[in-house]
């Protein structure tokens, strides 16, 4: 069971990225995946979630600009990043076993990929 982020990068304020998940091991269909990042020197924070039925939730600071989306027959989860921040600068990581509805929370048995960095910078 092995989650694989990718996509990250260097890119100017107000640029765009599109970070992928890909699962291997497993089908990601029937789980809801959670995109998570942390800043420089600061906490872990949820950022976007799916669920199996295609339910979303994103953090305010993200809404507008951010949009995860899911591709079952690719086994992968995408989050679309536009108009960046600098403030958006961290690592992101997806995660599998996570609670996502009206929130995104890490659950008790959380699954993480290996993060990308992503930094908004001129």
């Known amino acids: 069971v092995q989650l694989q982020a990718s996509g990250g990068g260097l890119v100017q304020p107000g640029g765009s990225l599109r970070l992928s998940c890909a699962a291997s091991?497993?089908?990601?269909?029937?789980?809801?995946i959670g995109w998570f990042r942390q800043p420089p020197e600061r906490e872990r924070e949820g950022v976007s979630c799916i669920t199996s039925n295609g339910s979303t939730f994103s953090a305010g600071s993200v809404k507008g600009r951010f949009t995860i989306s899911r591709d079952n027959a690719k086994n992968t989860v995408y989050l679309q990043m536009n108009n960046l921040k600098p403030e958006d600068t961290a690592v992101y990581y997806c995660?599998?076993?996570?609670?996502?509805?009206?929130?995104?929370?890490?659950?008790?048995?959380?699954?993480w990929g290996q993060g990308t960095q992503v930094t908004v910078s001129s």
């Open positions: 995660a599998t076993d996570i609670l996502c509805g009206f929130g995104l929370k890490v659950g008790p048995s959380t699954n």
């Open positions: 091991g497993f089908t990601l269909d029937y789980y809801s």
